[in-house]
């Protein structure tokens, strides 16, 4: 039989995504050996596709097919590649609300890793190498300032994103990876930084368990992928010295866990921000296809809704519109004429990850009746705005409900009693606590410092480690948080070492 790779480190990190990268560029400044072991393939932006489809193929998991197993499947958006889904986000930056950061710290213990000067330092030194700034103008896009010119005129405290892609060009291909290396994901910024700071990158290879001598992480199993097929081509075994870290997302972190036979308080409780959009068609070419394929939002904290321009490429585009044959065909010769807005909404339901069928995720999660009601809610404020917009159609893209709208007082249709959870067709991208922090052992899997509860030398820095969704976009927070973990596992191994 075929000898397993192996190969041994200081740290070895599982999922190269928010966390895992964040992580990686930490621990690998401080002079210590980094492994990092990553599922998916490592995709330079000049080898990423043009096409829609093979472009998903190579980064997206399952080609967008991860779902929740209710009656009214919700899909789950993932990256699978080296960056995880950073490589396929819109770069939206935001900082954790401080009402969230004070309740993680006094409900959750996480007054330590959260404490207001670090976290100042660390969310400023992620924002400068980063490249963090305000959309320009000159890549707002038709459709960002279509948002903009609704938020005026209704009055709403609209404002250009903040992206991690000062010198974007605008070419509105963000959820297919950004051939331009302008958006600074992890692929584009910690993964390289850290390889030159010494570490290692194992891609097309996943971490099966985590290896445990005694209570004690020692080392990561797992199977190597062929990079076309992604066939299982051997095994491999990376050892940790010091710590095994996780960060194979919300949705597979709790996955690993489970294989390795770690159960308490893994998987419970997923929360998420799932989303809907709505187009609108207007008389005039809007051009969805230039500017930041996110550009303008309309964040409403108090309501627990996000609201968002988001460019759709057209194949995706052409999906979204109402009718057949002729009428169809009609939309489809004028795609330059649409505009999307999306609503992400923090809801309060509560659901679960459990090990599926052929290695993926079961998922239970619904949203509750409050959940439902501020997402009709939001949705109809978005069929206003794109009136407000100029739009003479909008497609709410709600079932029960006119499929085209002409008047700005047909928005009050979808708030109705009889409009109901499986007429919407949501999404989720942005996943969380399963495998969270907390003070009370039996519900949560981690200590306040993202170690596994009653295992040494093992660590979960991703999104599951979060105690609770946060309202707000979240791979900043994700990466501050691992960055604060890190730093603070890199002194108490080193203590002389200030992690740089
Ligand atoms: C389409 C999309 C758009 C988004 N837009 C934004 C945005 O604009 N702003 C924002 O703040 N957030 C955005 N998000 C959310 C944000 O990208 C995620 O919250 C964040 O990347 C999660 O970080 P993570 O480290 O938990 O996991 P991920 O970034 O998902 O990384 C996990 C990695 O682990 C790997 N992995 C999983 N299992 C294994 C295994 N067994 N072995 C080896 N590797 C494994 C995966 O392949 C993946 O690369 C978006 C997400 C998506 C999908
Ligand atoms: S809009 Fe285009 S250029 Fe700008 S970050 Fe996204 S993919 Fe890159």
New binding site residues.
């Given amino acids: 039989m075929k000898r397993p790779l192996e190969d041994s480190a200081d740290y070895v990190i599982?999922?190269?995504?928010?966390?895992?990268?964040t992580a990686a560029r930490v621990l690998s400044a401080t002079g210590a050996s980094v492994i990092m072991?990553?599922?998916?393939p490592s995709l330079a932006p000049h080898e990423r596709s043009r096409g829609l489809l093979d472009a998903m193929g190579e980064s997206?998991?399952d080609l967008a097919t991860v779902t929740t197993s209710s009656p009214a499947p919700l899909p789950l958006?993932?990256?699978?590649?080296?960056?995880?889904?950073?490589?396929?986000?819109?770069?939206?930056?935001?900082r954790l609300p401080e009402a969230v950061r004070a309740a993680w710290a006094s409900m959750h213990g996480m007054h330590e890793l959260l404490e207001p000067a670090a976290l100042e330092r660390v969310f400023g030194t992620l924002e400068t190498e980063l490249e963090v700034s305000e959309v320009s103008d000159d890549v707002l896009g038709g459709n960002g300032l279509l948002m903009k010119v609704a938020s005026d005129a209704l009055g709403l405290p609209g404002r250009a994103m903040r992206?991690n892609a000062k010198r974007c060009v605008g070419n509105a291909r963000?959820?297919q990876g950004c051939p331009e290396g302008a958006r600074q994901s992890?692929d584009s910024s910690y993964i390289p930084r850290a390889l030159h700071q010494g570490a290692r990158l194992h891609a097309l290879?996943?971490?099966?368990r985590v290896v445990l001598d005694g209570t004690r992480a020692t080392c990561v199993q797992?199977e190597t992928l062929d990079p076309v097929t992604r066939a299982v081509t051997g095994r491999f075994e990376m050892h940790a010295r010091r710590a095994v870290i996780v960060?194979?997302?919300?949705i597979?972190?709790p996955?690993?866990l489970w294989r390795s036979g770690l159960r308490r308080g893994v998987g419970d409780d997923y929360q998420a921000h799932p989303g809907a959009a709505v187009v609108g068609r207007f008389d005039r070419q809007v051009g969805m296809g230039f500017g930041a394929t996110?550009a303008y939002e309309v964040p409403l904290p108090e309501r627990g809704v996000k609201l968002e321009s988001i460019a759709l490429p057209p194949e995706l585009l052409a999906t979204r519109l109402p009718g057949a044959g002729e009428e169809w065909q009609r939309d489809l010769r004028r795609l330059d004429y649409f505009a999307q807005f999306c609503a992400v909404v923090r809801m309060g339901a509560h659901g679960s990850v459990r090990p599926g069928l052929w290695g993926g995720p079961k998922v239970r999660y619904e949203p509750l009746p409050d959940d439902l009601r501020r997402l009709k809610e939001s949705v109809a404020l978005l069929v206003r705005m794109m009136f407000a917009a100029g739009a003479v159609e909008v497609y709410p893209g709600v079932a029960s409900v006119p499929e085209r709208m002409t008047h700005p007082e047909q928005a009050e249709l979808i708030v109705a009693d009889h409009v109901r959870r499986n007429d919407f067709h949501l999404m989720a991208?942005?996943?969380f606590a399963t495998a969270k922090v907390g003070l009370d052992p039996a519900h949560s899997a981690l200590s306040p410092e993202l170690q596994v509860r009653g295992v040494s030398g093992l660590y979960v820095?991703?999104?599951?480690a979060l105690p609770t969704n946060l309202g707000?976009?979240?791979?900043?927070?994700?990466m501050a948080v691992?960055w604060r973990a890190a730093e603070r596992l890199a002194n108490m191994q080193r203590p002389s070492l200030r992690a740089a």
């Fill in positions: 599982v999922g190269t995504g928010a966390g895992g990268a072991v990553e599922e998916g997206m998991r958006l993932l990256g699978r590649c080296v960056g995880g889904s950073t490589a396929i986000n819109s770069g939206i930056i935001w992206r963000c959820l992890m290879c996943r971490a099966s797992g960060a194979a997302s919300a597979y972190t996955l690993l996110q991208s942005h996943h820095m991703d999104a599951s707000v976009n979240p791979q900043h927070t994700i691992a």
